[in-house]
Nanobody, 121 residues
Framework: QVHLVESVGGLVQAGGSLRLSCAAS????????VGWFRQAPGKAREFVAA????????YYADSVKGRFTISRENAKNTVYLQMNSLKPEDTAVYYC??????????????WGQGTQVTVSS
């Protein structure tokens, strides 16, 4: 069992930056990939970024490529999502997930509680 806890999101102006974290307890991330997803009101949950814990390969949705960076800190069993050049359309509830990568990201049913990110124009 993996328990995921996300940091608090926040309100930021367009063009600003925000960093989210996702810490695991119960098990380490060693055998997982970790993904970030987001869900805006009235929309389906969508993939944002993923990192394969072993090796550190990263993957991004086209909509965030070049603006968001996913990284990991082994000692803290924590994954970060650094979000720069934020846009109002990045406004959503962000979720981290433990899953695996096989050509695309496949989520296991291990989700964080979700954290609100709001970008004002």
């Amino acid at each position: 069992q993996v328990h995921l806890v996300e940091s608090v999101g926040g309100l930021v102006q367009a063009g600003g930056s925000l960093r989210l974290s996702c810490a695991a307890s119960g098990r380490t991330f060693n055998s997982y990939a970790v993904g970030w997803f987001r869900q805006a009101p009235g929309k389906a949950r969508e993939f944002v970024a993923a990192i394969i814990w072993s090796g550190g390969s990263t993957y991004y949705a086209d909509s965030v490529k070049g603006r968001f960076t996913i990284s990991r800190e082994n000692a803290k069993n924590t994954v970060y999502l650094q979000m720069n050049s934020l846009k109002p359309e990045d406004t959503a509830v962000y979720y981290c997930n433990a899953g695996y990568w096989s050509g695309q990201y496949y989520p296991y049913n291990y989700w964080g509680q979700g954290t609100q990110v709001t970008v004002s124009s």
